[in-house]
């Protein structure tokens, strides 16, 4: 992490999408369908396909991650995989110490595949926990156990060198002794991280739908921060920081492709709904594929790309974005770095305000946000920014 005043070099990222799902988790707004079989060498040519146009696009660049997202990964085989790194390193110059992040569920039908993905050189596992209480697992729509859970963590840390797994909380009903107990036994079985969300209800999803008919209620919004700062201190008394507001990590052990996208850096994505932020020739590009599986496919294969808009980002909007993604990280953000994506400086007159409310800390150059900023980021970043 950088010291006060540094600036950390935000690296490039290749994000790979895998759309499809055995189910459809009923919180989830991710780009995922349900699908029973897959050819799976179509999917790696048009995958390798998309990504020699993103090569077009970028030039020569060093990748320093790469991470298969989804949808459900590990629903990919192993030859699928080996397949699109292989398509990587063709195209672009892979760095030596490269992380290769792969998103899994931890059915004991996917964790089979752990050393096939560890061969195709997947170095890094994130696997898709979300509870360790059957019948919470059970509410959140998981098609696994808890023991699958526990059994899939210990054959990942077997596999692979670098280990993560996510944690839904704040979910209806759960008191802070509950998720204490939940969170303590956790971080007994996790490696150097931890991703830890609280659940949030988003548009379009089944939770949405049965949570505007009463079916349940979420924690109130002080009951939720409680949850919030119980964690952290958990996490801390483990070893593990919040170097972001959702993940908590040894030194060291931070996720370094979530680390280009938290930095502003840039990002080629292929695969249907993937999104990419890139630099060229001066100017900042946000591209965006197809959503549906079926459509992105065609398109790949009649004009070697399923991109359906590459969109110039303006100063104003670059500098948001920078500031939002930047504001998330414990290290927080370069100021002049802030004033070269936006074209302005940012008002001292507010950043002294908020520091006085005891909502940011000013750092020489850099500017972050306190534990209690970053409870309340989206206000925060709306009294910074907006005029």
């Known amino acids: 992490m950088p010291a006060s005043g540094a600036e950390a070099e935000p690296g490039f990222g290749v994000y790979v999408h895998w759309p499809f799902c055995l189910s459809k988790c009923p919180y ?33 660049r060093e990748v320093a991650s790469v991470f298969f997202g989804g949808g459900t990964p590990s629903l990919m085989e192993a030859a699928t995989v080996e397949a699109v790194m292989e398509r990587i390193a063709a195209l672009w110059t892979v760095s030596g110490d490269v992380e290769v992040t792969l998103e899994a569920n931890p059915t004991s039908v996917e964790a089979g595949r752990f050393r096939g993905y560890r061969r195709a050189g997947v170095n890094r596992l994130s696997l898709g926990v979300q509870s360790l209480d059957d019948r919470e697992l059970k509410f959140l729509g998981r098609l696994h156990s808890a023991d699958e859970a526990l059994h899939a963590i210990a054959l990942a840390r077997e596999t692979f060198p670098r280990l993560s797994f996510d944690l839904i909380y704040a979910r209806p009903g759960q008191t802070a002794d509950a998720w204490a107990r939940e969170l303590r036994l956790a971080l007994a079985h996790a490696v150097d991280h931890l991703s830890l ?10 939770f949405a739908r049965l949570y505007e008919k009463g079916a349940f209620r979420l924690p109130e919004e002080e009951d939720a921060a409680a949850l919030y700062r119980l964690t952290g201190e958990i996490c801390a008394e483990a070893g593990l920081s919040a170097y972001e507001v959702s993940n908590y990590a040894r030194p060291g052990a931070e996720c370094r492709h979530n680390l280009v996208y938290w930095r502003y850096g840039d990002y080629a994505g292929a695969g249907p709904g993937a999104h990419g932020r890139l630099t060229l020739g001066g100017r900042r590009v946000a591209t965006r594929a197809l959503r549906a ?14 991109l359906e808009a590459e969109d110039e980002i303006g100063r104003e909007e670059q500098g948001e974005e920078f500031m939002l ?15 070269r994506h936006a074209g302005h400086a940012l008002d001292e007159g507010r950043i002294a305000r908020l520091v006085e409310e005891g909502l940011l800390l000013r750092e020489g150059g850099r500017i972050r946000a306190t534990d209690e900023g970053r409870l309340v980021l989206d206000p925060l970043l709306a009294r910074l920014l907006v005029a």
């Open 325 to 339: 993604m930047g504001l998330r990280l414990q290290e927080g953000v370069s100021l002049a770095r802030f004033e």
């Open 293 to 306: 599986p079926g459509a992105w496919l065609a398109a790949v294969e009649e004009r070697g790309h399923g």
């Open 28 to 60: 989830c707004d991710f780009n995922s369908h349900v699908a029973a079989n897959v050819d799976q060498r179509q999917w790696a040519a048009a995958l390798a396909r998309e990504l020699a146009h993103m090569r077009a696009l970028t030039g020569p």
């Open 197 to 206: 969300y609280q659940l949030t209800i988003e548009e379009g999803t089944a």
